[in-house]
């Protein structure tokens, strides 16, 4: 039962671990954008119920065909608009909240899951119960499917790292809202290197991350 747990277990901890950050403990490692943004404009605040961060990944080995999917909301999150344009952000993420979707209908293995994922064997959420991005730099883009380039800080079980999306940015109505291109994430640069034997299939190291808020304008 303990392999046929690794083999579901394992492939999803690392997708959702590039998610996992300490708002208790300061960063191991930091190699931080310069922070370009500033607080001056209109205030917004994110509207965690209409928020998440989607999270995927894969298996190389037995069926490259083999993935796992979820979610994880946010628990805060603070916008800044200027002369009606995205000017700062930064959204902190609840790791306690961290779930697989494509295994909603099996809620035995889901509660095996979600456990070990926030047990000491991976995220130790206890310790590292949140995960952050913050806004460093937002630069309008000028061709393909998005209309904005959004450099940041994402902060991982202590680890800090700049990551640069590709974003749709609204801003209309007293609402904004980010939705970001799907990215690659190495787990790796994260600190996350386990790797489960062989036989029960080789992780990818990358995750693949998807970032949808929505923020809105304080009163």
């Known amino acids: 039962m ?6 579901l277990a394992i492939p999803a901890l690392f997708f959702a671990a590039v998610m996992v950050s300490c708002k208790k403990d300061k960063p191991l490692t930091s190699e931080s954008n310069e922070v370009t943004t500033t607080k001056e404009g209109s205030q917004f605040t994110l509207d965690t119920l209409n928020s998440k961060v989607e999270w995927k990944g894969y298996k ?20 800044t608009v200027k002369d009606g344009k995205l000017e700062s952000g930064k959204f902190v993420a609840d790791m306690n909240s961290l779930t ?13 899951l ?5 047990s000491g064997d991976f995220f130790e959420v206890e310790k590292f119960p949140t ?12 061709e393909g499917d998005y209309n ?7 902060t991982i079980k202590g680890i800090t790292k700049p990551v640069q999306f590709k974003a ?35 992780i990818k ?5 998807q970032i949808s808020v929505k923020a809105l304008e304080k009163k």
């Open 100 to 112: 697989s979707v494509d295994l909603k209908d099996s809620p035995e293995d889901l509660g095996k």
């Open 114 to 118: 979600n456990g070990h994922l926030k």
């Open 205 to 209: 190291d990358e995750v693949t991350l």
């Open 60 to 79: 190389v080995f037995k069926s490259e065909n083999t993935s796992h999917f979820g979610t994880i909301k946010f628990e805060s999150g603070d916008v």
């Open 131 to 142: 995960a952050s991005y913050e806004i460093t730099k937002v630069t309008p883009a000028t």
């Open 148 to 154: 904005t380039i959004l450099d940041g800080n994402l």
């Open 168 to 202: 749709n940015v609204s801003v209309k109505n007293g609402e904004v809202s980010v939705a970001t291109e799907p990215k690659d994430i190495k787990r790796e640069e994260f600190g996350v290197k386990f790797q489960a034997p062989a036989a029960n299939g080789v």
């Open 2 to 7: 303990r392999k046929k747990l690794f083999s």
